[in-house]
């Protein structure tokens, strides 16, 4: 099987150019076949607020009226994912922004309301791999954002984690699929005061002591979460790191193991 990489960057990485621009040099470095996602919260959250729309989340996800779906599109399908696919193309990797619509890559359900009504807020039911894998053996890099739809012609929001790990498991059928979530920190840390206290390995056992003795908090449980998933659903290899973690040299990162 030939080897994919997809590799998923956060909003502080987005946030700060210099850290995108280094970045997007170590992707457009990286062998082989690759799949770019990217998040964007916090640029739609000052977005929107620009625009007199509060942003509500709840435990990481974001509440998505209406209003707040405009905000969304503009932002992560527009400047966002154009941006990164304008700075790609200058790197000379053929880069092809989509949103889960392009090529009905991603066909997700509006999250059906139970305690919480999450709004425009898609859960993918199916990615379209053979499609997907059309685009990487023509040579253009896909990079997709974090916006998904049903196949009724309504656009949903999707988080940028979830979208990395259920591409990666559709598309580890056809290739040997690892996962990069490059995040600002090295890793998951032992201590959140001391930086470079990286845990580099985690499995479902130490995952739960981690859990119980509250070392993972916020945006981390759903991400260790979807890393699990996608274990379970096929990837092969899953890392958590900054972006150096894209170099051959550098090995402080985290590895999640089943
Ligand atoms: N033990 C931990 N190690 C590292 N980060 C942690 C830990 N526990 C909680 N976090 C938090 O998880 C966040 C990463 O999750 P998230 O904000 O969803 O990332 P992203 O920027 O990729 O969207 C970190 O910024 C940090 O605040
Ligand atoms: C449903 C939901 O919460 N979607 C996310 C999608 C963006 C995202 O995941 O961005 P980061 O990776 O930068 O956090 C949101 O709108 O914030």
């Given at each position: 099987?030939?080897?994919?990489s997809?590799?998923?960057i956060?909003g502080?990485?987005?946030e ?5 621009n280094t970045?997007l040099?170590l992707?457009?470095n ?13 640029r739609?959250?000052l977005?929107?607020?620009?625009l007199?729309i ?16 405009e905000v969304?599109?503009m ?9 990164i ?9 053929d ?5 889960g ?5 991603i ?14 807020v ?7 791999s ?6 990487i053996?023509?040579?253009f890099t896909?990079?997709f ?7 009724k ?6 988080n940028?984690d979830t ?8 598309m580890s059928?056809?290739y ?6 490059c995040?600002?920190?090295n ?6 005061n001391?930086?470079e ?7 479902a056992?130490?995952y739960?002591?981690?859990l119980e ?10 991400k260790i979460d979807n ?7 096929g ?6 790191g900054?972006?150096a ?8 990162f985290t590895?999640?193991?089943l």
């Open positions: 099987m030939e080897k994919l997809i590799i998923k956060g502080n990485i987005i700060d150019e210099a850290s995108l970045f040099q992707f457009a990286l062998e082989g076949h690759k799949i770019l996602v990217h998040g964007g919260g916090k739609a959250t977005i929107a607020s620009k007199g509060n942003s509500k989340l709840i435990d990481g996800r974001r509440i998505t009226d209406a209003e707040t779906l969304i599109t932002v992560y399908g527009g400047l966002v994912n154009k941006n696919v304008a700075k790609l193309q200058a790197l000379n990797i880069a092809l922004g989509l949103t619509a392009d090529i009905n890559s066909q997700s359900v509006k999250r059906p309301i139970q305690k919480i009504d999450y709004g425009f898609g859960d993918v039911k199916q990615i379209a053979s499609s997907i894998d059309k685009l053996q023509a040579n896909p990079v954002c974090a916006i998904t739809h049903d196949k012609g309504q656009l949903l929001n999707t940028a979208i990395a790990n259920t591409i990666a498991a559709g059928r056809i040997d699929t690892s996962i990069y979530y995040f600002e920190l890793g998951v840390l032992q201590d959140f001391d930086k206290s990286v845990i580099k390995h985690i499995n056992e130490s739960k002591e981690l003795k509250g070392i993972i908090s916020d945006g981390m449980i759903p890393c699990f998933d996608a274990l379970q659903n990837v092969q290899k899953v890392y958590i900054n972006t973690m894209l170099t051959k040299e550098n090995n402080n590895t999640i193991t």
